[in-house]
C-alpha cells in the first residue's frame, strides 16, 4: 500500500507540476492574444487611416485632374480665340487686332512695341488704325495724322493751328 500511495503521490505531484506548467503556458499563450489582439486593433486603425488618406488623394487628384482638362479647355479656347481674333500673342507673329480704346490701353495690355494698332474710337463706326509710340515718355501714345488734300503745312507752329477750330488741326507731341 505505501508504494500505491507513493505512486499516487509521485503521479498527483506530476500531475500538479504538469498542471502548473500548463497554467503558466496558458498565461502567457493568453497574454501573447492579448498583446496580438492590441497589435491588430492598432494595424486595423492605421490601415483605416491610410484608407482614408488614399482616398483623399485620390478624390484630390481626380479633382485636379479634372480641373486640369478644364484649364487646357480654357487654354486652347483662349488660344483659338486669340487666333480668330488676331491678337499678338507672346512670341506671336499676328498683328493685334483687339478692341482698344486708344494706346494707353493698348500699352497697358502688354503690347509694348511701337506700331499700328486698330482702336477703336468713341463714336465712330469703323476703327481706326494708329500708329502707338510705345518708347516716348513711358509709351502708350496715339499718333494721328489725317490729311486729306496735303495742303496742310506740317513745320508750323501749334498755335497757328489751333486758332481756327473749323480748319484742319495738327495735333502731335512736342
Known amino acids: 500500500l505505501t508504494l500505491n500511495k507513493l505512486r499516487n503521490y509521485l503521479l498527483e505531484h506530476k500531475i500538479l507540476e504538469m498542471e502548473g506548467k500548463h ?6 499563450l493568453k497574454e501573447e492574444r492579448e498583446n496580438l489582439q492590441v497589435l491588430v486593433t492598432r494595424q ?5 487611416e491610410l484608407e482614408k488618406q488614399l482616398n483623399r488623394a485620390t478624390s484630390n487628384n481626380s479633382v485636379l485632374q479634372k480641373q486640369q482638362l478644364e484649364l487646357m479647355d480654357t487654354v486652347h ?3 483659338s480665340l486669340c487666333a480668330k481674333e488676331g491678337v499678338l500673342l507672346k512670341g506671336g507673329k499676328k498683328e493685334e487686332e483687339k ?3 486708344d494706346c494707353a490701353d493698348v500699352y497697358q495690355a502688354g503690347f509694348n512695341k511701337s506700331g499700328i494698332y486698330t482702336i477703336y474710337i468713341n463714336n465712330m463706326p469703323e476703327p481706326k488704325k494708329v500708329f502707338c509710340n510705345m ?3 513711358g509709351g502708350g501714345w496715339t499718333v ?3 490729311r486729306e488734300d496735303g495742303s496742310l503745312d506740317f513745320q508750323r ?3 497757328s493751328s489751333l486758332t ?3 480748319r484742319k488741326l495738327l495735333l502731335g507731341v512736342d
Open 77 to 79: 479656347n483662349l488660344v
Open 23 to 28: 497554467k503558466e503556458e496558458l498565461d502567457t
Open 164 to 166: 481756327h477750330v473749323t
Open 99 to 101: 478692341p482698344f480704346r
Open 144 to 146: 494721328i495724322q489725317h
Open 135 to 137: 518708347d516716348l515718355n
Open 44 to 48: 486595423t486603425y492605421i490601415i483605416q
Open 157 to 159: 507752329g501749334t498755335s
